[in-house]
Structures are given as structure tokens and as C-alpha cells.
Antibody, heavy 119, light 107 residues
Framework: EVQLVESGGGLVQPGRSLKLSCAAS????????MAWVRQAPTKGLEWVAS????????HYGDSVKGRFTISRDNAKSTLYLQMDSLRSEDTATYYC????????????WGQGVMVTVSS | DIQMTQSPASLSASLGETVTIECLAS??????LAWYQQKPGKSPQLLIY???SLQDGVPSRFSGSESGTQYSLEINSLQSEDAATYFC?????????FGSGTKLEIK
């Protein structure tokens, strides 16, 4: 079964850091570009970052550029999101997603992990 | 950045009816448009990619089309399980951007 499972969320103070993980299974992780998408409570979806299948190319949304870092370990089939200098507006459910081959649509999503930034 | 203007914000329709949701891209995205369905408390699910290609396992009552920079999602023969929020997303150029969502209620 193709599956993505996020972990690492929780409550963190403004200005602090947090690292999310996304464990992939059921497919060849190293064949796929991956992404993080977030959703603030009762709000819409916001694309956060993407990384190429080999890890050499990354892209970030304007709101997180310079503060968040996406990375991957293909040997461990795991995607990461290092979040630094967190702000209250980063409070959201964070989803990892698989970008489908031959298209960049997000065909597989994790269940999401909640990050709350508050003092 | 490419802006995606989605409408309507909400709609209500009866079982068996047909509804259409639209997204207008601020520039040409060359059919690189996806539609997602999200039910309360759940992760989004891909319905349509490349404007009109149906994702595996998605019922054929869902269809996508385009006219210039205007993209549409049509749902035929509405079922109760179609109650959800629908989002469009352009996957042509970074940063990828989503529409604001359409909440569909089934009467």
C-alpha cells in the first residue's frame, strides 16, 4: 500500500525551530519529486516547498523562503521539513505529498501533522 | 506568482444534479491544472490532473475542461459523498498556487 506518514508536529514557541518528517512506503521513493503543503485552521491550502527526486532542486513559497528547508534521505525513504524562526502564522496542518511522474500534480498525500506556534 | 481565482466560494445542489466549479489563472498555465477534493478532517485527494485527466479510481462523473485560462470542474449526477471542499491548483510554475476553495453542500 502506498503510504505517507508525517511526524514531528506539536506546540512550539515563536522564534523556535521544529523538524517534520514524512516516512514513505509502498513505492520507490527515489523516483518521485515530493512536496509539503500546509493548511491553517479553517483556511485553504498553501504550497510550502518542493524537492526533486534526487534532492538537488528545491523550491519554496514566498512566506517560508529563508526560514524553512526541505530535504530528503532516499536511503531511508523519508522527506523532511526543517522549520526555523517560526511565527504564529505558521500554525497549520502540514501535509507531505508525492508529485506524480509526468505531471506535477500531488497524487498521494499523508494524513497531516499539526504544528502550533504559540507562546 | 500565478494567481488562481476560484468560484463560487460555496454552492448547494441536490442529489442527481450537475455542478460546475471554475478557476481562472492570471496567466497561461498550459493545462497544468489539478483539482482536489477535501472532506472534513481528511487529506486532499487528487481528482483531475493536467486539466482533464481523471486520476485512477475517481468516478467518471467528475470531469475537467479548459477554455483559455479558465478551467472548470464538472460533477455530474451528484451523490451524497460528493459533499466536500474542492480546490484547484496550478502546477505549471513555482510557486505552485491553489485556488481559495469551493465548499459543496448536498441538499
Amino acid at each position: 500500500e502506498v503510504q505517507l506518514v508525517e511526524s514531528g508536529g506539536g506546540l512550539v514557541q515563536p522564534g523556535r525551530s521544529l523538524k517534520l518528517s514524512c516516512a514513505a512506503s509502498g513505492f520507490t521513493f527515489s523516483d518521485y519529486n515530493m512536496a509539503w503543503v500546509r493548511q491553517a485552521p479553517t483556511k485553504g491550502l498553501e504550497w510550502v516547498a518542493s524537492i526533486s527526486y534526487g534532492g538537488s532542486n528545491t523550491h519554496y513559497g514566498d512566506s517560508v523562503k529563508g526560514r524553512f528547508t526541505i530535504s530528503r534521505d532516499n536511503a531511508k525513504s523519508t522527506l523532511y521539513l526543517q522549520m526555523d524562526s517560526l511565527r504564529s502564522e505558521d500554525t497549520a496542518t502540514y501535509y507531505c505529498a508525492r508529485l506524480e511522474i509526468h505531471t506535477m500534480a500531488m497524487g498521494v498525500w499523508g494524513q497531516g501533522v499539526m504544528v502550533t506556534v504559540s507562546s | 506568482d500565478i494567481q488562481m481565482t476560484q468560484s463560487p466560494a460555496s454552492l448547494s445542489a441536490s442529489l442527481g444534479e450537475t455542478v460546475t466549479i471554475e478557476c481562472l489563472a492570471s496567466e497561461d498555465i498550459y493545462s497544468n491544472l489539478a483539482w482536489y477534493q477535501q472532506k472534513p478532517g481528511k487529506s486532499p485527494q487528487l481528482l483531475i490532473y493536467d486539466a482533464s485527466s481523471l486520476q485512477d479510481g475517481v468516478p467518471s462523473r467528475f470531469s475537467g475542461s479548459e477554455s483559455g485560462t479558465q478551467y472548470s470542474l464538472e460533477i455530474n449526477s451528484l451523490q451524497s459523498e460528493d459533499a466536500a471542499t474542492y480546490f484547484c491548483q496550478q502546477h505549471h510554475d513555482y510557486p505552485f498556487t491553489f485556488g481559495s476553495g469551493t465548499k459543496l453542500e448536498i441538499k
